[in-house]
């Protein structure tokens, strides 16, 4: 259906604001440090609740044509699933909504929404129909979730365990939330065929060298493999940043020296499924960082 879409007369904007991975982790990390309580809920039939700003039609579908009218079409009251507006309707009528109970998008992040109410915080993260309800209180949690229901067929996922892709465990007499990626890990060394392959206890080779290749080597999805771990960097994974960042150079000129270390990565990363970003009640918000006198040995950039 969204194919027959034309911008303008059918649809305007089509892109839909969700939740930054650094915003999450950031009320992960005061959550943890503040011991709030952290639930999730799921919009069931999600797309069905954008209210269209756009005239649109369909044809009637197969089984529920009128008999009487079987050329008339159909005027759409509500966003369907396959229209390339529905995801921008939905939060739209998401935004509305928080709005209307008092809260307040934060920048940045547009799916970022705060309520400061008698005292008690409660956060709202959005990232299409999943919802990441953070309050300090667990009655704060329970009346954002009654204010959904009424408005919204729901489907309460209660504590937290994954979100997005991200493996939670949680322990509150220690104070501990730790955050990691061990399936995704494990789905991407079986999709590169590296699911049986030697672990290694670093992810590249002490300087090493690597120079545009003059024809790419097809023998491994490069690019594949570059931007699958890019995903589990960018998730839990912050120690693959620097071999991510070195390697993504090569996508369009790789060769089997690129490969090796690609394949490197790997296997690091197979010998340490387990790692992950761990917050406790001491964590704080402080900017830290560090350098190296000679550029980590890059001389040519």
């Given at each position: 259906m969204g194919n027959r879409e034309i911008k303008g007369l059918d649809i305007?904007?089509?892109?839909?604001?969700?939740?930054?991975?650094?915003?999450?982790?950031?009320?992960?990390?005061m959550t943890a440090a503040s011991r709030w309580e952290l639930h999730q809920t799921d919009v069931k039939t999600a797309f069905l609740n954008g209210d269209l700003d756009k005239e649109v039609y369909m044809e009637q579908p197969d089984g529920y044509v009128d008999p009487t009218y079987p050329d008339k079409l159909c005027r759409l009251l509500q966003a369907l699933y396959g229209l390339k507006q529905a995801s921008k309707m939905l939060h739209a009528k998401l935004d509305d909504f928080l709005k209307s109970q008092g809260f307040d998008n934060i920048d940045p992040d547009a799916c970022l929404y705060l309520l400061m109410d008698d005292g008690q915080?409660?956060?709202?993260?959005?990232?299409?129909?999943?919802?990441?309800?953070?309050?300090?209180?667990?009655a704060a949690i329970n009346n954002i979730k009654d204010a959904l229901h009424r408005r919204f067929e729901i489907k309460d996922l209660s504590?937290?365990?994954?979100?997005?892709?991200?493996?939670?465990?949680?322990d509150k007499a220690l104070g501990?939330?730790?955050?990691?990626?061990?399936?995704?890990?494990?789905?991407?060394?079986?999709?590169?065929?590296?699911?049986?392959?030697?672990?290694?206890?670093?992810?590249?080779?002490?300087?090493?060298?690597?120079?545009?290749?003059?024809?790419?080597?097809?023998?491994?999805?490069?690019r594949?493999?570059?931007?699958?771990?890019?995903?589990?960097?960018?998730?839990?994974?912050?120690?693959?940043?620097?071999?991510?960042?070195?390697l993504s150079r090569f996508v369009s000129c790789y060769g089997k020296e690129h490969r090796a270390a690609i394949k490197r990565v790997l296997r690091y990363v197979k010998g340490s499924m387990d790692k992950g970003l761990v917050f406790d009640k001491h964590s704080f918000c402080v900017l830290q960082g560090s350098r190296h006198a000679d550029w980590a040995g890059d001389h040519k950039t």
């Open positions: 305007n904007e089509t892109f839909a604001p969700v939740a930054k991975f650094t915003t999450i982790r950031c009320i992960l990390m915080i409660i956060i709202v993260l959005v990232y299409f129909d999943d919802l990441l309800l953070v309050a300090s209180i667990l504590e937290v365990k994954v979100i997005l892709g991200l493996e939670m465990r949680r501990t939330l730790k955050l990691s990626q061990g399936k995704y890990a494990g789905q991407v060394l079986e999709k590169f065929g590296m699911a049986e392959c030697n672990p290694i206890g670093t992810s590249l080779e002490v300087g090493l060298q690597l120079v545009k290749a003059d024809e790419s080597d097809d023998a491994l999805p490069y594949e493999a570059v931007g699958s771990l890019m995903c589990l960097m960018v998730g839990t994974r912050p120690d693959l940043a620097f071999a991510i960042g070195k």
